[in-house]
């Protein structure tokens, strides 16, 4: 999926307004301490399944510019190399579209006031991104392109810092790794699976040099696949990481999901804590028991058009750490942080206070 913005496409004015009800939200806070959330508690609490989006979450930027460089790396490498069109073509295609897309729906953005609603608009994007896609691998861009070129690309994208992991990811993902039962998952519409992977085991081995105690390990990476890397797992029998190459493209597809797995007994579901920064992670967000929107100090345009979003769909998304003594059942509830160390620092204060 491209990073497109709305609101750098047409005029999109904060519809509606932006609503704190201090007290309705604060209750609904206090409520998660009561869900018996845990990182050190007894069996007998409910584990966390933490499930996190990849760009611009788990990463500082989108990395679909580097991945597709890669393509074009390994074209020209090739002995008679390969002419490929050029990416903005394949960038102004998709936004021809959904300019397009957005001109013919109804009802419009300021007309949305529901999530139903809402998730209607974002699930309807569903051809569009598919014919991205499409677009892409049919002009061959990463044709032939390997799981090995694949690693050494994103190696030196973390190297480099051409791709940056977000303050705190690492430790979040072994803290909570290490609790029997407690799940990690990452879901992302992002193009490749096991690019995902790479930039990962990158930025783990940056800092760490504990494989032990390798927290990835835990984590179960769900999203779509190149098909020259889906051939060569193919070849292997079995995939190379936890989690499986599932076709991601709208937010609806993120949230079927998210359900999928859920067990139906509430006695025996985990606390679902899921962070993501976009729009395709809106459901997500709203079913989740904790909703975490990830948000720069300058915001970034996909963080932008999230919030304006749940602004005028009247959900209250107040500042991470905002905990009161008032009890109640609300959802959904969703908070914001700018990174991973606030929010294992949060989750850590709702395995504590009770």
Same mark, same amino acid.
């Given at each position: #999926?491209?990073?497109?913005?709305?609101?750098? @496409?047409?005029?999109? /004015?904060?519809?509606?307004?932006?609503?704190?009800?201090?007290?309705?939200?604060?209750?609904?806070?206090? =409520?998660?301490?009561?869900?018996?959330? #845990?990182?050190?508690? /007894?069996?007998?609490?409910?584990? @966390?399944?933490?499930?996190?989006?990849?760009?611009?979450?788990?990463?500082?930027?989108?990395?679909?510019?580097?991945?597709?460089?890669?393509?074009?790396?390994?074209?020209?490498?090739?002995? =008679?190399?390969?002419?490929? /069109?050029p990416w903005s073509d394949i960038v102004d295609a998709y936004v021809s579209d959904y300019k397009a897309h957005i001109s013919s729906y109804a009802p419009a953005a300021s007309a949305r006031r529901t999530i139903a609603e809402e998730a209607a608009w974002l699930n309807s994007l569903q051809p569009i991104e598919q014919a991205s896609a499409n677009r892409a691998v049919s002009a061959g861009i990463w044709e032939g392109v390997t799981k090995s070129e694949v690693q050494e690309a994103a190696t030196k994208a973390i190297l480099h810092e051409n791709v940056k992991l977000r303050r705190g990811w690492d430790e979040l993902i072994r803290n909570v790794s290490k609790h029997k039962g407690s799940t990690i998952e990452v879901v992302s519409v992002n193009w490749s699976r096991w690019w995902i992977k790479c930039i990962l085991d990158a930025g783990w081995s940056l800092d760490h040099d504990d494989k032990d105690v390798n927290g990835l390990d835990a984590v179960a990476i769900y999203s779509n696949e190149l098909p020259s890397i889906v051939q060569d797992i193919d070849k292997t029998k079995k995939s190379p990481m936890p989690g499986a190459g599932v076709p991601l493209r709208t937010s609806g597809d993120k949230l079927q999901h998210l359900r999928g797995s859920v067990t139906p007994e509430k006695r025996d579901r985990p606390f679902t804590v899921y962070v993501g920064d976009s729009a395709t992670d809106l459901e997500c967000l709203v079913e989740a028991d904790l909703g975490i929107c990830i948000r720069d100090v300058n915001m970034g345009s996909s963080q932008k058009e999230l919030a304006q979003r749940l602004a005028r769909l009247d959900i209250t998304v107040g500042r991470i750490g905002d905990l009161s003594k008032t009890r109640s059942h609300v959802k959904p509830c969703i908070v914001w942080a700018n990174d991973f160390a606030e929010v294992e620092e949060y989750l850590q204060q709702l395995s504590t206070k009770r």
């Open positions: #999926m491209f990073r497109v913005s709305s609101s750098s @496409i047409v005029s999109l /004015p904060i519809f509606g307004r932006t609503t704190y009800r201090a007290g309705l939200y604060r209750s609904a806070l206090v =409520n998660l301490t009561q869900q018996h959330v #845990m990182f050190t508690s /007894p069996a007998s609490q409910r584990l @966390i399944r933490l499930v996190l989006d990849f760009d611009g979450t788990l990463t500082t930027t989108d990395t679909l510019a580097p991945l597709s460089q890669i393509g074009y790396d390994h074209a020209a490498r090739r002995a =008679n190399p390969a002419k490929l /069109p």
